[in-house]
C-alpha cells in the first residue's frame, strides 16, 4: 500500500503543477490580451497626433504661404486711397507739415504692426499722386479753402516736412493719378 500512497502523492504533485502552468498560461494570456489593447489605444492614439501635425504643417505652410503673398503685395509699393482732413488743407503750409507728419506716424506704426516678429526697418516712401488743378476746384467749389493757393500752400509743407514724404502733381487728365499709380 505504500506504493499507492506514493503514486497519489505524486499525482498530486503533478497535479498542482498542472494547475500552476494553466494558471500561469491564463495569466500571461490575459496579459497579452491586455497589452494588445493598450497597443491599439496607443496605435490610435498615435494616428490621431499623426493627423493633428499634419494639418497643423498644412495649416502653417498655408499662412506661410500667405505671409509671403502679402509681403509680396506689400513690397515694394503699397497703393492706398488717401482722403486729407479738410482742416489740414484750410491750414496751408502748416497743414501740410502736420499732414505728413500723421500719415508718417501712422505708417511706423502699421509697419510695426504687419511685422511684430520680424525687425521694422522696412524702407518706404510715401507718394501722394493728385490733379493739383482739379483737386483745388474742387476744394474751392466745396468751399473747403477760398483760393488754390492755399492747397499750394498745402502741397509745399507736405513736401518740405520730410524727406519720405512726395505730393506728386500727376497732370490734369482724368487717367493722370492713376497712370501715375500703376508705373505705365
Keep these: 500500500m505504500v506504493e499507492l500512497d506514493k503514486f497519489k502523492s505524486r499525482y498530486e504533485a503533478v ?11 491564463e495569466d500571461l494570456m ?3 490580451k491586455r497589452l494588445q489593447d493598450a497597443l491599439y489605444h496607443e496605435k ?8 493633428l501635425v499634419q494639418t497643423f504643417k498644412s495649416e502653417s505652410k498655408m499662412h506661410q504661404s500667405e505671409t509671403e503673398e502679402m509681403k509680396l503685395l506689400l513690397d515694394p509699393f503699397t497703393y492706398l486711397d488717401i482722403q486729407f482732413n479738410d482742416s489740414f488743407i484750410q491750414d496751408g503750409q502748416r497743414g501740410g507739415h502736420s499732414a505728413a507728419r500723421r500719415l508718417i506716424e501712422n505708417v511706423d506704426r502699421y509697419i510695426q504692426n504687419l511685422y511684430r516678429n520680424e525687425s521694422s526697418n522696412v524702407p518706404y516712401r510715401i507718394r501722394v499722386y493728385a490733379n493739383v488743378r482739379g483737386l483745388a476746384k474742387t476744394y474751392r467749389e ?16 507736405f513736401n518740405m516736412e520730410d524727406v519720405l514724404c512726395d505730393f506728386v502733381d500727376a497732370g490734369d487728365g482724368k487717367e493722370c493719378s492713376d497712370v501715375k499709380i500703376r508705373g505705365k
Design 44 to 51: 490610435d492614439d498615435l494616428e490621431n497626433q499623426r493627423k
Design 15 to 25: 497535479k498542482a503543477v498542472e494547475q500552476d502552468k494553466d494558471k500561469i498560461i
Design 30 to 32: 490575459e496579459e497579452v
Design 142 to 157: 466745396n468751399k473747403t479753402i477760398s483760393e488754390e493757393g492755399t492747397l499750394l500752400s498745402f502741397v509745399q509743407g
